[in-house]
């Protein structure tokens, strides 16, 4: 009897043990089938991960907290996702981010869709799926890549409310900016779209990049430039499509940078500005700069021989610069072409420097690619145009 007890308490003995056993292995085997989804970066849409912001139209939305597919409608979204190192999450992109590229024979010309920076540094952009028109929204293409969250410049807060109501998805809406007076709301959107794909560093980097590169083209001009002398005219601005060699722009950043004289500073307060002819010739500036996406008619203008009297030309200082305001603006080319004025109008100041490696320091550090020669190729570059000979 003493036996058979003994073994019937050591048989409940291995029972429990075995039940213990058996829950430890269980539970071992739980956390270690959940422990990649932890650590997988899987999206905060599949673990319910939210954060709530305030976008550019002070609406609050509350969208999922480091999304991995996202869209942007409208000029300049796309751009800051690929400053903000996150063009791998863009799930589809607009009719302008999927053109074909400038194919001039001269080499100079408007720009034709993915003529960007950016886009040339991502050409895999121009691949992603079609979710409709830069203007229009077109809610169904745009629920077929399934994003997270729609970023949205250039609509109002109706506009992204209705987008918002039709998609069912989080509508973020930010403003494209510039980097004068409304440098604050660009920064702005850089730093709301980095909160949200967990990009907050990355966001400040390039604040800060683009502070600094502002501060040293100021430094290097802001006492020179007192006593420069040299009137500088920009022309062939584009705007909506090519002009001619009346179209400038009274606040041209880059030489608004370098504190340059820009003889059509008083003609309005900022953007593209159509003059008269009298008042060129009137202004008579020592140096034109010329837009290239605008070099075509800007060199059929010339043509007339009233602007052979023209200083600038007759000195053959006429110089061509790449175009910025390409779907919204490029603040790489912005910077880029700020070095290369500078070098030409105060040589001493700017002796450090090679306008062409300066942009490719500054294309790398926004876009990602040294990306100088590819906009040489489709727009000219930085170069002397020696176009008394064509008047």
């Known amino acids: 009897m003493k036996k058979i007890f003994s073994l019937l308490f050591f048989c409940v003995l291995f029972l429990a043990a075995c039940v213990i056993i058996s829950g430890c292995t269980s539970q071992s085997a739980g956390l270690s089938s959940a422990q990649p989804q932890a650590t997988s970066g899987t999206s905060s849409a599949a673990t319910g991960a939210t954060l709530t912001v305030t976008d550019l139209t002070n609406r609050t939305v509350t969208v999922p907290a480091s999304p991995q597919r996202v869209v942007g409608v409208g000029a300049g979204d796309v751009r800051m996702l690929v400053y903000l190192q996150s063009s791998d999450k863009i799930v589809g992109v607009d009719q302008m981010e999927k053109g074909p590229f400038n194919a001039t024979a001269l080499g100079m010309g408007l720009p034709s869709g993915r003529d960007n920076p950016y886009s040339i540094a991502h050409p895999e952009l121009g ?14 293409l745009i629920i077929a890549q399934k ?16 987008l918002q109501e039709k998609t069912n998805i989080p509508v973020v809406a930010l403003v494209s900016g510039d980097l004068g007076k ?14 949200i794909l967990d990009k907050d560093e990355r966001a400040e980097s390039v604040i800060t990049y683009m502070d ?11 006492d020179v430039s007192k006593n420069q002398t040299k009137k500088v005219y920009v022309s062939g601005v ?21 504190n340059g004289n820009n003889v059509a500073s008083a003609a309005g307060t900022g953007g593209q500005v159509m003059i008269d002819k009298e008042q060129l010739l009137a202004w008579d500036p ?35 610069l790449m175009p910025y305001n390409w779907y919204a603006n490029n603040y790489d080319t912005v910077l880029a072409n700020a070095y290369y004025m500078g070098k030409i109008l105060y040589p001493d100041q700017f002796s450090d420097i090679s306008p062409e490696q300066k942009a490719d320091e500054i294309y790398t550090m926004l876009d990602g690619k040294p990306v100088y020669s590819d906009m040489k190729q489709l727009f000219g570059g930085f170069k002397p145009l020696n176009l008394a000979a064509s008047t």
């Open 127 to 140: 691949e992603k799926p079609y979710i409709g028109t830069n203007r229009v929204d077109n809610p169904e």
């Open 147 to 162: 994003p997270y969250v729609i970023f949205a410049t250039w609509r109002t807060g109706q506009q992204v409310d209705a």
């Open 238 to 258: 584009s705007f909506n499509g090519a002009h001619g060699l009346l179209s400038t722009e009274p606040t041209y950043p880059s030489l608004k940078m370098i």
């Open 212 to 222: 600094n590169t502002i501060s040293d083209l100021n430094r290097r001009t802001k």
């Open 286 to 320: 020592d140096v034109i700069f010329i837009d290239e996406s605008s070099y075509a008619l800007v060199a059929t203008d010339l043509k007339d021989p009233v602007y052979k009297s023209l200083s600038a030309v007759k000195n053959n200082q006429v110089y061509g």
């Open 182 to 195: 409304d440098k604050p709301q660009f920064y702005e959107s850089l730093r709301t779209m980095g909160k």
